[in-house]
Structure formats: structure tokens, C-alpha cells
């Protein structure tokens, strides 16, 4: 039998991406195609008086400029970013789109959108969440004009918790969420030591290479067809023909080459693009530029943490309390449940409660990045651990191991863990080198933390047929974006008994592929890899009846050697796939086509975690910080391929790194960007990542294909914690809003002496 799984294969797309030869969304170029370039907002909070497009359209090849009253003449704009084409009544934050100019080449759209006169009455802006939560706060979109409003309101009614309807909390609140469990005053009560504290984490941008772009191509029938750059292609055409009231039939996305997302690439140009390629009757490209980007895409949230904990001296954790306040930019959509279930959930508390807020400001709308909500949980709850155990004067990671939870806890929302592997890469951390080995050094500090993901669930689909040349062909729907069409081929050899090369992967459009979710939140090995491997047993088994009438033997007697099916004992008496695939392919044949579905729905997430060792030091005089060394000890259920797990371990880690010291989104009080550019916003370089060490545990999940999990998102979440508590190992403080830059840490420095 041919074994493939647990061996280290390179990714099928590495090479032609290190050629060159990958073809991206900007790389098309299709007869009669049009370039659109937008018109934004230079205020964060204005009424539209007037918008002038007259010198714009009698610019030599324009064909033409829109503006939010053309494509959505009546009704209330919407409340959701991808659906918000253009700005109509007024802008809610800098750098929002206000009208789009279409002309024959990108140079003259980008000189006709500068000629587009926009009259505007500036409004007051709310960029603190704290503010903007007042009764008094400018409102930055009436509750009362939104469709969407009911359904916020029955997410604010949680199990277990006090129903928190958000039509009687202040305007710019939009979601609540509570969790409760036990008494945490009794809780504190029995407590031998009770620590507050509270943390902020900011938006931070997901720094892909290539920005968003998408080209619309109108159909005779009424339809458009849209090439993009995105995560999810089923996603993005269903609120793509909602947005456009076409049936959904009637909008084809075709995937193309995703340059990095990390969750910011889901939709968001495509339904803008498609309108207006659909009012011209011709294909239209739209790309945004790199000040754009940070203008107008969905960075990560910014997040408050008020928490309040306690601890007996035996180790218990007695209580936690925690007020979580969610930025969510102009547009509802924060994580704030799941960062609840995380905060709550990582650890056995006796009593719980938990509430969370989701608030607008007038900064862009946010979404999803890597794990999304959990890193900034986790930087807030670690902290808070490892102050209560040195309070309590215990090892940190001993107090970790006492309370973490195992499978069967409960979770805050009262649903029980799944198997997890929470403790055993505790289990990991606490023999490894790099924490047994710790000494006292002068500004040198060693800190630990884990984090982990819930896993994601969504049902999806699969087909294998077999080819001509006796090799097989995987039809999928889902965006490989880390490797994952490898591992999903790697699962048809194993099933099928064949060589990896002789398994070929095809994504399709939408209007052809079997349905899968989108690529993120750790789920498309987990989902799609089980629909694989249905299909590939049912092909087998198609292969296996077939060559069983050839052969004249029962299938059971059957076994796949060398591309051949054979006679178990009797190498001579075989037929190879080929000839199967020749009888069952040709005029007057008398076998059907080989060819495997599989699908998928799992219901039951199985949760990863990771535990992370960093090892600093610390610059007294500067405030400078080195990351020395750096240990991922991550639970990945079974390494499907090894080498793809450690990728997307060293890939989290070094964006963790980026929240921890050096990524932060900023605006001014009246909501102008900082730094809206890779010459101001600070991502970390490759010369500063440290060695990254990775260990995998294996903890098979009983559900996923051969027992793996989802392996994406955990890496990046414990990552600034666990810088953040060997800052305070070295230094003696902790520091508590990110990124802990060298003015923060000499801040620090000052006030502990003054202290």
C-alpha cells in the first residue's frame, strides 16, 4: 500500500509562484476591458451636499463616473461594508468610496477621479470606542434605518445570560453578548488575592502583498462573471447577487490567485464592480492601491479588556469578570463572542461573567484576520494568569496546567469541550530546554502562553474521476491559500493507493465546483478533506467493481500495485487503470465513467491549541526588545504533511510577533489616517524574527480525515502574550496595550522607579 501521509511533500504551487508563472487578478487583461479607480472621502464623518463629475466625464477617455445616488438612487445605505458600494447621504469614515470613474486606461481614470469635485459638511468623528459608547456620542447610523437591527438584536439574547437589548444601549452600540456562570462576587469573595487590570490591542492590517482586485466580465444572459482575489468564491457570489438582486445563479465567480489574505479577502469590491460592468455592458478592472488598502479594506478590530480575576493560594481560579469593548469601525461585525468563549473558556473558572460590546467609530469596517478576536483575548487573559501566579507564588505554567481545561469542561456558553489538546502541549512546554533551562539575566526574561481556536465547521463537497492516462483528477471549490490543494491530493493517493503525481487537483468556478466554505478559520483540510476522502473511497470502490467483472475475482481479493488493480497473490492477472478508464470511456462501453462524490457535513469542532515559550531581552536605556528564541509547541490532531503544518506555524508566529511589537493602525482625533502606507505602518522584518522552534503534538481528532485538525489559526494567538509576560519576566511590569513599543517599555521603566 502506498503511504504519502506524514510525509514532508513541497507545496504543488511553490514553484510556478518563486517562477512568476501564478496568474493573479491584475495580471488579465480581455477585449474591451475598462479600469475603474475611486474617489474617496477625505473626512471621517460628513454630509454629501453635492458631488461635481462634469470636468471627469468630458476627460478624453472617460467612459463613466458613478456616484452613490446612481447605484442606490433610494432606501437606507447599507450597514454592511461589501454591500455599501458607494457613499450616498453621507461618509462614516476617511478614505470611504464616493464615486467610481470607468475610462479606456487605468492612467486616465486615475487623473479623471482626481477632477471629481465633492462638496462636503464636515460632522463630528468618534474614533474612541469609549466615547462613541456615550449617550452623547455622535450617531454615526440611526439603529432605526437598518434592516439588520432585529437580527443584532437576537444575538444580544445568550444562553445563560441577562437578555441585553442593544435598542436601549446608545446609538453606536450594535451588538451585546453575555455570559455567565456561578457568583463572581462570591468568587472574589473566597479569594486569596483579586487582580484588575485592563489591556487594549489596535487595528492591525493583514498586510497582504497583492491588494484587492477584481474584474466583472457582463454576460448575454443578464449575468456577470467576476475574476477575484478571494478567500471564499460562494461566499463572495451569494451576497455579490444579493447585493445586486440577481438570483445567484446568475453570478459566476472565478477564483484566481490569491496573493495573501489571512482573512481580509473574502468580498469586497466584487458587487461594486460587477454594477457598474453590468450598467456598461462591458468588462471593468478595479485595483486598489496600497494607500487604499488601509484606506478602505477590513483590518482587524481594536479591542478593550477590563478584567478582573481571582485565585486561592491552592492554585483554584475563582473568578473572572471581564467588560470586552469591540472597535468595529463604521460597519457591525467585530468577534466579540468568540473572543467571550476564549477569555472564558481556556481555563476552569468557577465563576464566570462575561460581557461584550460591539461599538461603531468612524474608522473603516473591520473583518476577519487570523483567528480572529482570540489573539487580542488571549494577550489580555495570559497576562492575567501569570500576574495571579506569581501573586499566588506559583510557576506560571504550573497554574496553567492545575486549571486548563480538558475535554468535557464546560465552555462559557455551557457546550462542553471537545477532545482537546490543551494540556498536552502544556505538558510539551513545561519539559522543553528553553523553560527548564531559564536562569536570571540581567534584562532577560522568558514568558509563556497558550492559545488555541475552536476549529471550523461548514458543509461542503468533493468529486474525483479517473483520467484517460490512469490518473485521477480532484474537482474542488475551495481556495488553496496554504497548501491545502497538496494535503487534499495527499488524502486521494492514501485512499486510492497511488502515488501522489498521479493525483491532479482543479478548482472551478462557482458555476461548476461541488460547494466548499471558505478558506479560513482552520477548516478546509477538516471539511474538505473528509469530502475527498469519500470521494476517493467511492471511486475505489467503482474501480474495485469494475476490475472485479475484468478480473473475474471478488473486489475483496482485489489490491491497487503500481497503477493496476491485481489479484491478490497473482501479480500476472491484473488490469491497469488506463484500461479501466479506456472501457468505461468510449462508445459501446459497457462500464460507467469512474467517477467519486464525497461530501461532508461535520457538526463537532475539534479545537487546536498552542503553547508558545519566548525568551527576550530587554534594552534599559533604549526600549528596545529582542526576541532571542521562540518555541511553538502546537496540538495539529495528526501532521497530514509536516512540513505545511510547521509553514503555517512559523507564518502565525511571525505575524503574532507583528501584533506584539511592531503593527498598529492609527488615526487622529478627527478620524484622519496616520499611517496609511508600508513606509509609516510598521510590519516586523525579516531580520528581526528570532529562530522559531516548532514542535507538533498529535492529538487525533476523531472526526478530521486520518485524525488531522485545523492548524491556521492557533499559531498566531499566543504569540504577543507570551512576548509580553517575558517582557515582564525581565523587566519586572507588564505592559498592557500593543504593540509594546520602545516608547511603552521606557514608560513603563519611569513609572516603576517612580512607583
Same mark, same amino acid.
Given at each position: ?490 488524502? =486521494?493517493? *492514501?485512499? $486510492? &493507493?497511488?502515488?501522489?503525481?498521479? %493525483? !491532479? @487537483?482543479?478548482?472551478? /468556478? ?43 475475482? =471478488?473486489? *475483496?481479493? $482485489? &489490491?491497487?500495485?503500481?497503477?493496476? %488493480? !491485481? @489479484?491478490?497473490?497473482? /501479480? ?184
Amino acid at each position: 500500500m502506498t503511504t504519502v501521509l506524514g510525509k514532508p511533500l513541497k507545496r504543488r504551487d511553490a514553484e510556478p509562484k518563486l517562477r512568476g508563472d501564478a496568474r493573479y487578478t491584475d495580471d488579465l487583461h480581455l477585449p474591451g476591458l475598462l479600469h475603474a479607480r475611486l474617489v474617496t472621502s477625505p473626512y471621517a464623518h460628513a454630509r454629501i451636499v453635492r458631488i461635481d463629475c462634469d470636468a471627469a466625464r468630458r476627460t478624453p477617455g472617460v467612459v463613466a463616473v458613478f456616484t452613490g445616488h446612481d447605484l442606490l438612487p433610494e432606501g437606507p445605505e447599507p450597514a454592511e461594508r461589501a454591500r455599501h458600494l458607494l457613499a450616498r447621504d453621507k461618509v462614516i469614515y476617511a478614505g470611504q468610496p464616493v464615486a467610481i470613474v470607468v475610462a479606456e486606461s487605468p492612467y486616465v481614470a486615475a487623473d479623471a477621479a482626481a477632477l471629481v469635485e465633492v462638496e462636503y459638511d464636515e460632522l463630528p468623528a468618534v474614533v474612541d470606542p469609549l466615547a462613541a459608547m456615550t449617550p452623547e456620542a455622535p450617531v454615526i447610523r440611526p439603529k432605526e434605518l437598518e434592516g439588520e437591527w432585529a437580527e443584532a438584536g437576537m444575538h444580544a439574547t445568550v444562553s445563560g445570560g441577562e437578555e441585553l437589548d442593544v435598542r436601549r444601549l446608545p446609538a453606536n452600540v450594535t451588538n451585546a453578548v453575555r455570559f455567565q456562570r456561578g457568583d463572581v462576587m462570591q468568587g472574589f469573595a473566597s479569594a486569596d488575592v483579586v487582580i484588575e487590570r485592563t489591556y487594549r490591542t489596535p487595528f492591525v492590517h493583514q498586510a497582504y502583498l497583492e491588494p484587492h482586485a477584481s474584474v466583472a466580465v457582463p454576460r448575454p444572459d443578464g449575468g456577470v462573471t467576476i475574476y477575484t482575489t478571494t478567500q471564499g468564491q460562494f461566499y463572495c457570489r451569494n451576497v455579490t447577487a444579493t447585493t445586486l438582486g440577481l438570483p445567484h445563479e446568475m453570478v459566476t465567480i472565478v477564483p484566481m490567485e490569491v496573493g495573501g489574505g489571512f482573512g481580509g479577502k473574502t468580498v469586497l469590491l466584487e458587487p461594486l464592480v460587477a454594477a457598474v460592468a453590468l450598467r456598461l455592458g462591458r468588462p471593468v478592472k478595479l485595483v486598489l492601491t496600497r494607500t487604499e488598502e488601509f484606506l478602505l479594506a477590513t483590518p482587524a478590530p481594536a479591542a478593550i479588556f477590563e478584567l478582573r480575576a481571582g485565585a486561592r493560594r491552592d492554585g483554584t481560579l475563582t473568578a473572572l469578570r471581564a467588560r470586552v469593548i469591540f472597535d468595529s469601525g463604521a460597519y457591525p461585525g467585530a468577534p466579540v463572542t468568540i473572543a467571550l468563549l476564549l477569555l472564558g473558556g481556556t481555563y476552569r473558572w468557577e465563576h464566570l461573567d462575561l460581557l461584550g460590546y460591539e461599538v461603531l467609530t468612524n474608522k473603516p469596517g473591520t473583518g476577519a484576520y487570523r483567528a480572529p478576536g482570540v489573539p487580542q483575548a488571549t494577550f489580555a487573559l495570559e497576562q492575567l494568569i501569570d500576574e495571579l501566579a506569581r501573586a499566588i507564588g506559583q510557576d506560571p505554567l504550573e497554574l496553567r496546567l492545575r486549571n486548563a481545561a480538558r475535554t468535557g469542561d464546560l465552555q462559557p456558553n455551557g457546550v462542553p469541550w471537545p477532545p482537546i489538546g490543551l494540556v498536552d502541549v502544556l505538558e510539551r512546554a513545561r519539559q522543553h530546554p528553553l523553560w527548564r533551562s531559564r536562569q536570571r539575566r540581567p534584562n532577560e526574561g522568558w514568558g509563556i502562553a497558550v492559545g488555541g481556536w475552536p476549529g471550523g465547521i461548514e458543509p461542503c463537497a468533493a468529486n474525483i474521476r479517473l483520467n484517460h492516462d490512469g490518473t485521477f483528477t480532484v474537482t474542488l471549490g475551495a481556495i488553496d491559500i496554504t497548501g491545502t490543494h497538496t494535503v487534499l491530493a495527499m488524502i =486521494a493517493a *492514501e485512499v $486510492l &493507493e497511488q502515488p501522489v503525481e498521479r %493525483i !491532479r @487537483v482543479k478548482l472551478l /468556478p462557482t458555476d461548476g465546483a461541488p460547494y466548499a466554505g471558505m478558506s479560513g478559520g482552520s477548516k478546509i483540510t477538516y471539511t474538505v478533506g473528509l469530502a475527498v476522502q469519500a470521494a476517493a473511497e467511492d471511486a475505489k470502490r467503482q474501480l474495485l467493481e469494475i476490475a472485479a467483472n475484468e478480473l473475474e475475482a =471478488a473486489p *475483496e481479493d $482485489l &489490491e491497487l500495485v503500481d497503477g493496476a %488493480i !491485481r @489479484v491478490r497473490g497473482m /501479480p500476472d492477472r491484473q488490469i491497469t487503470l488506463s484500461e479501466i478508464a479506456h472501457r468505461s470511456m468510449v462508445f459501446g462501453g459497457k462500464y460507467a465513467p469512474v467517477y467519486g462524490t464525497g461530501r461532508s457535513v461535520v457538526r463537532q469542532q475539534s479545537p487546536g491549541f498552542n503553547a508558545q515559550i519566548a525568551h527576550v531581552a530587554v534594552d534599559p536605556d533604549t526600549g528596545e526588545v529582542e526576541v532571542l528564541d521562540l518555541v511553538a509547541i502546537q496540538d495539529v490532531g495528526r501532521a497530514l504533511n509536516p512540513a505545511l503544518v510547521e509553514e503555517q506555524v512559523h507564518g502565525g508566529v511571525g505575524q503574532g510577533i507583528g501584533w506584539a511589537l511592531h503593527e498598529a493602525m492609527r488615526w487622529s482625533e478627527n478620524g484622519q489616517p496616520l499611517n496609511p502606507s508600508f513606509l509609516d505602518y510598521d510590519l516586523p522584518k525579516a531580520s528581526q524574527l528570532p529562530p522559531i522552534a516548532v514542535e507538533l503534538v498529535e492529538v487525533p481528532s476523531p472526526i478530521g480525515p486520518f485524525g488531522a485538525k485545523g492548524v491556521g489559526e492557533p499559531p498566531v494567538v499566543p504569540t504577543a502574550a507570551a512576548i509580553a509576560n517575558a517582557i515582564a519576566d525581565a523587566i519586572g511590569v507588564h505592559l498592557s496595550e500593543l504593540p509594546i513599543t520602545p516608547e511603552r517599555v521606557l514608560a513603563a521603566l519611569r513609572d516603576k522607579a517612580v512607583s
